[in-house]
């Protein structure tokens, strides 16, 4: 959306493909764009979401078809090659992590097929693309931009949004954006978040994201006496201006294809502590730390580090701004298209 927002769509224009069980559609912005919503059934039932988008692939006729899906990009790009799609763009945005090893499983299997119906390959990170298309394999890093100055620091801002959410001056906001999937690791940061209040007593924590995990999270902050210091915000359509009510940023992910939830703390002159699972593409100020998984209590001293000034120098985000990522991106798409022609 990012992207779309800001290309130039009197030369591109995008459509959406969606399953029909994606929750948090802006189908309205789409359209006020001049793009199309096109439902399609969820991937969970193969047969049928094969079949709607070859149909679809033959009958709308798009000559450039992106998909950003991961591992399983594998499905549309097959229907896509079936219907004749002369260019099938496959990018990688994530990578995977312990623990969820079924999923790990059809990922390992999926990533066999890759790089058999693009024709094109990007990703997010280099850790990204090398996780799905293969170690020497080729791609083009093409970054999740956004709009840099959204989230440049402003101390009104700061001070409205903690009014808004009725944070005292002198309370210490830990925050985190992300959805609730076990990928992101929550249970983990309460654990930190814990040991920090022990240091910090006036702390909370502040979670902006939904997910089918929500209701098990919050049933532990209760467990840990968490309760009134954890704060769900739910989805959000103001995370810029979370972050600047917040104090340090948390993202202890088992695995991320970049964390662009990241940049945009960095963005914001937040210090920043990532799990070591995280690569280090996403370390762009000094106030940034990687640390490993497991110890709660190393995780809470490094929360707890003040910092005084939220400056950060603009030119470490140059590759994240949207305006240029955007023209780069719409003279991608005009070149492969003109390249059919030759």
């Not at 931009?145 to 009014?163: G, Q």
């Not at 702390?203 to 089918?212: D, F, N, Q, T, Y």
Request: glycine share 6%; charged share 25%; net charge neutral.
């Amino acid at each position: 959306m990012n992207y779309y927002r800001y290309i130039d769509r009197a030369k591109i224009q995008f459509d959406f493909l969606v399953d029909a069980d994606s929750k948090f559609v802006p189908k309205d912005e789409i359209e006020a764009l001049g793009g199309r919503v096109l439902m399609v059934p969820p991937y969970q039932h193969a047969a049928a979401y094969h079949r709607k988008l070859e149909q679809l692939f033959r009958e709308q006729k798009w000559r450039i078809v992106h998909s950003h899906i991961n591992a399983l990009s594998v499905f549309p790009l097959h229907a896509a090659k079936e219907a004749g799609v002369p260019v099938r763009i496959a990018h990688s945005h994530s990578t995977s992590g312990k623990g969820e090893y079924a999923k790990n499983a059809i990922k390992t299997l999926l990533k066999k097929l890759s790089n058999i119906y693009p024709t094109h390959r990007f990703a997010c990170s280099e850790i990204a693309g090398e996780w799905l298309f293969g170690t020497g394999s080729k791609f083009e890093v093409v970054r999740n931009a956004i709009e840099l100055d959204n989230f440049v620091f402003d101390d009104t801002i700061r001070r409205n949004t903690r009014r808004q959410l009725c944070i005292p001056d002198d309370t210490f906001v830990v925050g985190h954006v992300g959805r609730f999937v076990p990928q992101k690791n929550h249970d983990f940061l309460l654990a930190a978040f814990e040991s920090l209040c022990q240091k910090r007593p006036n702390s909370i924590l502040l979670l902006a994201g939904e997910g089918e995990l929500r209701a098990q999270i919050e049933e532990k902050a209760r467990g840990l006496s968490l309760g009134n210091r954890v704060r769900f915000l739910g989805q959000r359509d103001d995370v810029a201006s979370l972050y600047q009510a917040f104090d340090v940023f948390a993202l202890p992910s088992l695995y991320e294809g970049l964390g662009i939830v990241g940049v945009e703390a960095q963005r914001a002159g937040l210090p920043c502590v990532f799990a070591n699972t995280i690569t280090k593409e996403v370390s762009l100020t000094s106030k940034a730390c990687f640390l490993p998984l497991g110890d709660a209590q190393t995780w809470a001293e490094a929360l707890s580090s003040d910092t005084t000034s939220r400056d950060v120098d603009p030119s470490a985000f140059s590759e994240y701004d949207i305006i240029t990522a955007a023209k780069g991106l719409e003279e991608k798409y005009i070149s492969l298209i003109e390249g059919l022609r030759c």
